[in-house]
């Protein structure tokens, strides 16, 4: 089973526990239980990005795609080069 999968089943089993109430599962009080930190159907451990990490990381993939552009052309101005000679 895939961890989407799993996911699933837990939030299934949440509503049926709250008599397939998606407000009480929710509202649900019950935090003994070992499943309540993924009665949402989503992993609670995943790290959610701020705007700012967004567009930093979106900077670094921009900067790393034009320096293979810049990378592409210095081989392909190298191939014609090595070829008139």
Known sequence: MTKTEILKVIRAHCLDCC???AN???LCACEKCALHPLRFGKDPTKRVLSPEEKARLAE???AKGEKTEKQQDAVASAGQEGGNT
């Open 19 to 21: 008599y397939d109430n």
């Open 24 to 26: 009480e599962v929710k």
């Open 60 to 62: 670094r993939f921009t």
